[in-house]
């Protein structure tokens, strides 16, 4: 088979890499890709992601046998539509479907449909009611940009005044567009977080094993949020009745409340969960793979990925297999992130015991230059968290990362 994979991160560099691990797989496209999955063998292909007639065209050409969409945004323009009408197999969620990480009130209203358990809320499109609701509900308390906000579109706000001022920020400074001509406020809760992702297809759900993403830019989980500054697997802190219970009790009804709303998920189903004194309840939905989830989650994959999409596809049954290794990953994000941030710095190279997933990176001239805010991630497994951290900050610290800043306790909250 010949695979291409749509978008240009970390994350699709991980699912490409995977993918051309497959005995089925001769070629693996990424379109379009960045530079820095040359090295592996996948091949980038210059057309953008919002080229839907160019993809098509393409896929065509080159006789693929399916597309596997990475980033939200091709999702939410209807990408999975466009494809499937040009009678070509596509593995994610249609416009409809992707909803769930379109619209945080859509996702609220699956959730209070299905019994999901989730954080009490109230949506908003007028700035004074909803400074009114929060003066009213007090600190600490959540607010989220309903639409996209490239995963920075959340303050989690300890006083009223950054609260007020997150209000402010989105709904009359317009700091996210669009998306933050609506809010949605909720309540605040206590808990570790944790990211349950699975296969689904229609109400089958296959789970993956769990991560812990760390959002905030700086140890200890201080400053501003980010994409993700490194995540880790497993999560031994978290009990696996939890997890249990996370399955149960929110990705399957999510799966069927999806049917039910005649918007019927298939792809890559993301649950950003807390796991609070009376269970696991739902942060958000996300509509594919998490970055950097992704990036510690497949190298603990055993089974073949291509196979598992395949057979999706397909509507057979797939089959998930793990490794009980443990998997570290650390961002290496440009100086100034997730604010203005510094570009064109040369990237370091790493040495032979961490997998290395590229990012924000571009080509100048045959050199490897730094052009976005997470410029790549360090990968390594091992055989408890202690010893897979030990690998990627080894091999941080060998290198020259002047102009450059990661955190320094990615994987320590399981560790403590």
């Known amino acids: 088979m010949k695979i291409l994979i749509i978008g240009s991160g970390g994350r699709e560099h991980a699912i490409a890499r995977k993918i051309l691990n497959s005995p089925k797989v001769t070629e693996v496209y990424c379109a379009k890709g960045n530079p820095g999955m040359l090295s592996d063998g996948i091949q980038v292909v210059n057309i953008a992601e919002d080229d839907h007639e160019g993809l098509i065209s393409y896929v065509k050409e080159k006789n693929i046998a399916w597309t596997?969409?990475?980033?939200?945004?091709?999702?939410?323009?209807?990408?999975?539509?466009?494809?499937?009408?040009?009678?070509?197999?596509?593995?994610g969620p249609n416009k409809a479907a992707a909803m769930i990480?379109?619209?945080?009130?859509?996702?609220?209203?699956?959730?209070?449909?299905?019994?999901i358990p989730t954080a009490d809320y109230e949506a908003f499109t007028n700035y004074e009611a909803a400074c009114a609701y929060v003066k009213e509900k007090g600190a600490p308390i959540v607010i989220?940009?309903?639409?996209?906000?490239?995963?920075?579109?959340?303050?989690?706000?300890?006083?009223l005044e950054e609260a007020l001022q997150a209000l402010k920020e989105m709904m009359t400074d317009h700091r996210f567009g669009k998306s933050g001509d609506k809010v949605v406020v909720e309540e605040f809760l206590e808990g570790q977080e944790f990211s349950l992702l699975a296969f689904v297809r229609n109400?089958?759900?296959?789970?993956?094993?769990?991560?812990?993403?760390?959002?905030r830019a700086f140890d200890e989980d201080k400053g501003p949020n980010t994409g993700g500054m490194g995540a880790y697997s497993p999560v031994p802190q978290i009990p696996?009745?939890?997890?249990?219970?996370?399955?149960?009790?929110?990705?399957?009804?999510?799966?069927?409340?999806?049917?039910?709303?005649?918007?019927?998920?298939?792809?890559?189903?993301?649950?950003?969960?807390i796991a609070t004194n009376t269970g696991p309840k739902v942060i958000e939905f996300n509509a594919r793979f998490g970055d950097p989830e992704t990036q510690v989650v497949l190298p603990r994959l055993t089974s073949d990925l291509a196979e598992i999409i395949d057979d999706l596809l397909n509507n057979k049954e797939p089959e998930l297999t793990w490794s009980n290794q443990a998997s570290v990953g650390v961002v290496?994000?440009?100086?100034?992130?997730?604010?203005?941030?510094?570009?064109?710095?040369?990237?370091?190279?790493?040495?032979?015991?961490?997998?290395?997933?590229?990012?924000?990176?571009?080509?100048?001239?045959?050199?490897?230059?730094?052009?976005?805010g997470r410029v790549l991630l360090v990968e390594a497994e091992s055989d408890s968290i202690e010893s897979a951290q030990a690998k990627v900050y080894e091999a941080l610290e060998e290198v020259n990362t002047t102009d450059y800043f990661y955190r320094k306790d990615i994987g320590a909250k399981s560790i403590k």
């Open 240 to 273: 696996e009745e939890m997890v249990d219970a996370a399955v149960e009790r929110i990705l399957k009804p999510a799966a069927s409340g999806m049917m039910k709303n005649d918007t019927p998920f298939t792809g890559i189903l993301y649950a950003g969960l």
């Open 144 to 159: 989220k940009a309903d639409g996209l906000a490239a995963g920075k579109g959340v303050t989690v706000a300890m006083t």
């Open 68 to 91: 596997f969409v990475g980033p939200e945004i091709p999702l939410l323009n209807g990408i999975v539509d466009d494809f499937q009408a040009a009678g070509l197999k596509i593995f």
């Open 203 to 215: 109400e089958n759900v296959y789970p993956m094993v769990i991560a812990q993403d760390h959002k």
């Open 101 to 115: 990480e379109g619209s945080k009130e859509f996702a609220k209203k699956i959730m209070v449909d299905n019994a």
């Open 332 to 372: 290496l994000a440009a100086e100034g992130y997730p604010n203005d941030y510094k570009k064109g710095m040369s990237v370091p190279e790493f040495n032979d015991q961490v997998t290395v997933y590229f990012a924000g990176v571009t080509d100048d001239q045959g050199t490897i230059r730094a052009s976005g």
